[in-house]
């Protein structure tokens, strides 16, 4: 049954993982923050899910669940901010927000 | 075998998508290479016989997130974004032998031969029941004070959302023009 093994899981979770951190540098523009941020949360679900692959277990796949939630949540909020950041500042650019007080 | 193949292949195609996030200048673009990355994470799942998560991550992620992250992107004007630098050069090159530390670490780790044990507890009951029952089942009697939690999440966030992103020139101070 276990044809794939773990490593392979592990492998592409961890360069997903770190194209999102890359992502999460080296982006100008909020939004593209924001799905780089997504991209790297995909590659923490690869590795649950593969390593239930590998175990034979669901309790994985339970917290991937709660992750596919919450990211959702973060994507409704993030991008609440971020329409709220432009419609006040006008910037949707990450260096040009510099002050804190509006 | 038939599986390893479909397992690289939606591996490649979510690694391609996923270079295709960091690297493409236009926002528009940018979404798109999400939902396919989006969609090859997926296959990975069902691959690894994930049918929930699965479906979950192409109803919730492929379609509701990334529909959310294209209608914000045709809300908001992003003439400006198009006219500058999408990118931060140095601060990228900077993160980028960070990540690539991370990736010797990753191979140092496989090198010295760390394994995890199996163990299969459950296979027995995959097979029989199936992966949705098996998942819900746990999901609603040890996980349930969590899954509560999680809802009580999504509420809050919700009401964050719709207070952070109304129309109401009272809540802010806003000195713009």
Redesign the interface.
Known sequence: ?K??P???????S??????????I?????L??I???L??AL?AV??AL???????????G??F???I??????????G??????I?????V??S?EIRELR? | ?G??LI?GLF?FL??AS??G??LLRN?IY??VA?LS??IA?AG??F????E??GA??LL??AV??AV??IV??S??P?E??KK??????F??T???P??LL??AE?ILV?ALGVK?S??????AF?EKLG?TE??GA??FSK?FL?FEV?SL??LI??I???L??R?ESQT?????P
């Open positions: 049954m044809t794939i773990l490593e392979a899981f592990l492998v592409v961890m360069v997903l993982f770190g194209l999102g951190v890359i992502g540098a080296a982006r100008r523009n939004i593209t924001l799905m780089s997504e991209l995909n679900n690869i899910v593969g390593a239930d692959y590998y175990l034979g277990s669901v309790h796949q339970i991937a669940l709660f596919i939630a919450l990211a959702a949540t973060e994507a409704a909020v991008l609440g901010i971020i329409i709220a432009f419609r006040l500042k006008r949707e650019s260096d509006g | 075998m599986s390893v397992f591996s979510a690694i996923g270079i996030i960091i926002p940018v979404v999400l990355s989006l994470v990975i799942f691959v690894a016989g994930a929930l998560v979950l991550q919730i992620y509701a997130i959310f992250y914000v992107i809300a908001v992003w400006k974004a500058t630098e999408s990118h931060y050069r601060e990228g900077i993160s980028l960070i990540v991370l990736y990753m496989f995890a199996p163990e299969g507890k459950f296979r995959i992966n098996v998942v746990i999901l996980y969590a999680v999440v999504l966030g919700m964050g959302a719709v952070i992103g129309k802010y101070e806003d000195d713009t």
